[in-house]
Each structure stands twice: as structure tokens, then as C-alpha cells.
């Protein structure tokens, strides 16, 4: 079944990554890779369906491209809740501790001090900073990432664009690192399935991400 039949893609987009898990609740799930040449060509499948691992808690509604359908009664992600966040998402850059770049991706490189801040309370909510260039942190919680294995590449998902505080942060994509059964919020793939995303993102085509469980893929969401 092609996913993208009935979602309001942007026009410009012409790559699509497509996660769909079993349930709200599941934290498994799979990534299929979508693309067209223009707006008006058909979507065709890029590469075989890969699998990955969501939140520990699932999936729930985040704050994207899309809005949330009227009377739909998923879960809403919030700070905290181990959920990776439902919806449609621009894919805006990637990182890793590799100096260079891997694919087309904006890259920034992790170093010892770069920190992912989860602090709601904080200005820097929601945002990779980079402590010895902020004259004033005020985090009281952050992910150190370059003392992550799994953050040894990734990808930003455009998840909670405005930084709402409380609303979840700091979302990406990326290395299943370890015997994981869940995470706390982001996506993860085997080295070489990410390689091969990497690899074919190209920002020039505006790529998203769409996760939803199958029943909420089938259905479609609301427009822009």
C-alpha cells in the first residue's frame, strides 16, 4: 500500500520517510524510503522497507507540518512521556562524531561540549547548543552527546518547531545502539539502514518525515 495516497504533502517535497508501528503503544516498528521527480509525478518506493525502534511508551501526536484530525484520541507527546512523536516533520540537518559530513545534510559534528537541552525551563529548550560558547546556561537537563554511543550519527527531526516548553525536545534519528526495546522519544536504526537514508536524503528536495501508527496511515491526517 502506497502511505502517501492520502496525506497533504508540501509540494516541494520529494523525498518521504515513512514510519508506520503496529499500535499507539508499540515501540517497534518499520521505515520505508518514498520519492518523485516533481508534484505531479507518482510517488515510487526507494530501497526495501528496514526496521526500527520508537519510544518505549510508543508513539503520540507531536507538533510538525500537520495538525491533529478533530475527535482523534492518540496521545499527545509531552515532555518525558518515552514517546516518539506522530506526525509529519521536516528532516533539517544531521550530526555525528565524524569531522565530515555524511550525505547531503547540513552537518554539525558532536564534541565534548555539545549538549541537547530538555530543560523546559530553559531558553535553549529544544535546541543543540554548545556549552563553552554560551555565556550563561541555564539547563538543568541536557543530554551530553558525545557521551552517547547512538549519537554517533544522526538526524534532526523538526519536531516542536516554536520550542513550545513541555511539548518534548531535542528529536532525532538515529544509531540502535545496544539490546534497546524502546527509547525515550527519538527513532533508531541499524548503522547500515542510516548510512543508506543519509546517504539519500538531499535537503534540496525538502525531505520529511511522516510516523504514524497503520490505522492513523491509513486514515490520513489533517492539512497545514
Known sequence: ??????????????QVVCVTTPAWDASTGSLQRWERADAS??????????????????LAWGLGLHEIPQGDDGPRKKEGDRRAPAGMFRLTGAFGFAPEAVGKLPWQRVTATMEAVDDPASRFYNRIVDRQHIDQPDWHSSEHMAAIPGYALGIVVAHNPRNLPGAGSCIFMHLWSGKRVGTAGCTVLHEG???ALLRWLDPARQPVLIQLPEAAMRRGFGGF
Open 41 to 58: 509525478a507518482p510517488w515510487r518506493r526507494a530501497g526495501e522497507a528496514v526496521p526500527v525502534i520508537v519510544g518505549e511508551h510508543g
Open 1 to 14: 500500500m502506497n502511505c502517501l495516497a492520502e496525506l497533504p504533502l508540501p509540494k516541494t517535497c520529494g
Open 193 to 195: 539502514d542510516l548510512l
